[in-house]
């Protein structure tokens, strides 16, 4: 059985810093490119952060650009995604994600439909 556990949520004030990280298990992950989405009261969920299977190809959503950091390290299989500058319109629910990526390993997706793989999430509140 394949899992993505988030971690790192929490509540804060607006400017302040988290660092979410995703553990994954039950299956090799070493082909599979990953990625955080994001979920908002209201609001259809979106991409935010991309991370190829090597971490050589790395993509964000402009809205996250210059405050968030996608890494992985594929030795422990873990994915984190450092947030900082922290925004009230950052307030979301985040969701780790998982595709199979060796038919296109240099390609950051976007598409929810592309992902197989999907985190319970972890909720993100920032105040102003």
């Known amino acids: 059985q394949e899992y993505l556990v988030e971690s790192g949520g929490g509540s804060v004030q607006a400017g302040a810093s988290l660092r979410l990280s995703c553990a994954a298990s039950?299956?090799?992950?070493?082909?599979?490119?990953m990625a955080w989405f994001r979920q908002a009261p209201g609001k259809e969920r979106e991409f935010v952060a991309g991370?190829?299977?090597?971490?050589?190809?790395?993509d964000y959503t402009d809205a996250v650009k210059g405050r968030f950091t996608v890494s992985r390290d594929n030795a422990k299989n873990t994915v984190d995604l450092q947030m900082g500058a922290l925004k009230p319109d950052d307030t979301a629910v985040y969701y780790c994600?998982?595709?199979?990526?060796?038919?296109?390993?240099?390609?950051?997706?976007?598409?929810?439909?592309?992902?197989?793989?999907w985190g319970q999430g972890t909720r993100v509140t920032v105040s102003s």
């Open positions: 994600a998982a595709r199979d990526s060796r038919a296109n390993p240099w390609t950051i997706v976007t598409s929810i439909a592309d992902y197989e793989y």
């Open positions: 039950g299956r090799p992950w070493t082909n599979y490119a």
């Open positions: 991370i190829n299977w090597n971490g050589g190809k790395i």
